[in-house]
């Protein structure tokens, strides 16, 4: 399995355009998590879907944020307009909730996104 | 909601020494708590997780003890090696099947030749 694979690994924009990020879970897993990681507040949940559906948005910092899942092979966060202050390593996760109980979960690469 | 917090933030020890990373959670609720590791600029991929039903695990040199009482849990790393250089991550949920869990700000551990 080439597990959770997210593109573009590197994004440099200015202030006011739209970005997008993009996510393909590990086949089979049912949860899909996207994260943020600064310096400053560490790893924060944005947002988590089940079987495509989200469930929990309350991460999502403001309305510039969104996040869809039009199938289960297939995520983007997008940000718009963009700011300086959403520069971070954006990373997305999957896990296979469908066995019960705590299955890991699988971070990808993330993406760094600079907004200047 | 839950609030994890994790001390130190960093943390130097002379290779073969042991490390203790520390934390403490404060929903009582919480039952599953891993550990993520982080290399610079690599993904946080999990290393060992203990769940409320158990008080030790261990794999290896690396073992997680669980405090319910005191609400704290601790990642020991024993006869430590330059590859253990990078950030951990603790974590805890109260949720079944961890779909939210609270992260730890990290502890930046160096192993030192």
Same mark, same amino acid.
């Given at each position: 399995?080439?597990?959770?694979?997210?593109?573009?690994?590197?994004?440099?924009?200015?202030?006011?355009?739209?970005?997008?990020?993009?996510?393909?879970?590990?086949?089979?897993?049912? *949860?899909?998590?996207? *994260?943020?990681?600064?310096?400053?507040?560490?790893?924060?949940?944005?947002? *988590?879907?089940?079987?495509?559906?989200?469930?929990?948005?309350?991460?999502?910092?403001?309305?510039?944020?969104?996040?869809?899942?039009?199938?289960?092979?297939?995520?983007?966060?997008?940000?718009?307009?963009?700011?300086?202050?959403?520069?971070?390593? *954006?990373?997305?996760?999957?896990?296979?909730?469908?066995?019960?109980?705590?299955?890991?979960?699988?971070?990808?690469?993330?993406?760094?996104?600079?907004?200047? | 909601?839950?609030?994890?917090?994790?001390?130190?933030? +960093? $943390?130097?020890?002379?290779?073969? /020494?042991?490390?203790?990373?520390?934390?403490?959670?404060? /929903?009582?609720?919480?039952?599953?708590?891993?550990?993520?590791?982080?290399?610079?600029?690599?993904?946080?991929?999990?290393?060992? /997780?203990?769940?409320?039903?158990?008080?030790?695990?261990? /794999?290896?040199?690396?073992?997680?003890?669980?405090?319910?009482?005191?609400?704290?849990?601790? $990642?020991?790393?024993?006869?430590?090696?330059?590859?253990?250089?990078?950030?951990?991550?603790?974590?805890?949920?109260?949720?079944?099947?961890?779909?939210?869990?609270?992260?730890?700000?990290?502890?930046?551990? +160096?192993?030192?030749?």
């Amino acid at each position: 399995d080439a597990g959770v694979i997210q593109s573009p690994r590197h994004e440099v924009t200015e202030m006011g355009q739209e970005v997008t990020l993009r996510c393909k879970p590990i086949s089979g897993h049912d *949860y899909l998590f996207w *994260y943020r990681q600064t310096m400053m507040r560490g790893l924060e949940l944005l947002i *988590y879907f089940n079987n495509n559906v989200p469930i929990d948005d309350s991460g999502m910092p403001e309305d510039r944020f969104s996040a869809k899942m039009p199938n289960a092979s297939f995520s983007t966060l997008k940000i718009q307009p963009s700011e300086p202050r959403d520069s971070a390593v *954006y990373f997305c996760a999957s896990r296979d909730g469908t066995g019960g109980g705590n299955s890991p979960l699988h971070f990808g690469n993330g993406t760094r996104l600079t907004v200047t | 909601g839950e609030n994890v917090e994790q001390h130190p933030s +960093t $943390l130097s020890v002379q290779e073969g /020494d042991s490390a203790v990373i520390k934390c403490t959670y404060s /929903d009582s609720a919480s039952n599953y708590f891993p550990w993520y590791k982080q290399e610079l600029g690599k993904r946080p991929q999990l290393i060992i /997780d203990i769940r409320s039903n158990v008080g030790e695990k261990k /794999d290896q040199r690396i073992a997680v003890t669980l405090n319910k009482t005191a609400k704290h849990f601790s $990642l020991h790393i024993t006869e430590t090696q330059p590859e253990d250089s990078a950030v951990y991550f603790c974590a805890a949920t109260p949720h079944f099947g961890n779909e939210k869990l609270t992260f730890g700000t990290g502890t930046r551990l +160096t192993i030192i030749p």
